[in-house]
């Protein structure tokens, strides 16, 4: 179902750090990476999460296993994010409807989008299942932003505390491979 | 076989500050019986209550979590075995009320009422497993499994006392889980 390649846009463009990514989350207060490995963050995110002794790592089976352990862990005051693929996302929408949106739980997702180009808006992509995840977020009431370059990483922060100081999931989409540390 | 209700009034004799996670019937049955603030209803998703009552113990390392799924809540969410046994939560307990059937959906039968859960929980690296399908051994052993380090599984091979009201609504009402959040973070 790819669509015809559309206009460039120029919005997109420049390096993406992981470590700028992963020193955002640890400010926003996280303590939990819930995930399941998608090969757009595996070097630039995943992996450096799984050395880091700030950051305890729940390798689940299933995405929406993750939206159960997050909405718990806010009950007990303790913060998480749900590193995953748009097609985990899509797998998992009926927990992020029920848990997230119907039961304002803070539900925090990080998601990478698999075949996007960097260059083009994700309404944009050639690949069906990234172009329809924006529009899918919007339908469910669920604010997302963008993280392409390196200058978005500012909204990370200020999306997760929104996420938990209002009790409602927020989705952070990964739009190009994360450099890895080093 | 066991009565479920008589089954949960076992339990209840056990439980004081525990956390407990039930899903679908058995949440309806619990919250008639057992009335608290430490207890969460995982309804709304079907599936999850493993996944929370994970997120419970790893929030909560300084509480006993008991988890009261359901058959075909499990089976939608095998792979959570597998993710709280790696997870190793020493104070989770995880129970499944094993039916067979899809009780408030109709009770139609789950794909194999024969499935062997317990199995299933040790295959997948649960520190210790039981199967009770007597109401006598259950009473005799509860203590014992509650006070095991954990990840424990208990299939509790249980059929339905009564027919039951889901009111979801009220299960998963906001001042319960304002109740909840308000007993696990006062300090």
Redesign the interface.
Known sequence: MDAPAPAAVGSTQGDLHGSAIIAAIKASGIE?ILSVPDIVTSAGLLRPISRDADL?L?????E??????????S????R?LVLIQYTGFLDSI??I???GV??KQPICMMIGLLGHEPERLPTQSGRYGVRIIEPILDAMGIPHDLISQDADVAKIKPAIDKAYAQSLPVAMLIGRRPLPPG | MMKRDECFRILARHVTDEIVVASYSSAAEWNELNPRALNFFSVGAMGLASSHGLGFALGRPDKRVIVLDGDGSLLMNLGSLVTIAAAAPENLVHCVCHNGTYEANGMHPIANPNVDFAAHARAAGYAEAYDFTDLASFEQQIGHVLAQRGPVFATLRVERSKPLTYDYPLLYAADKRKALKAALTAR
């Open positions: 939990y305890r729940i390798r689940v089976c299933k929406d296993e993750c939206v159960g352990i997050a909405a718990a862990l009950y007990c005051d303790k998480a009926n927990a409807r029920g848990v119907e039961y």
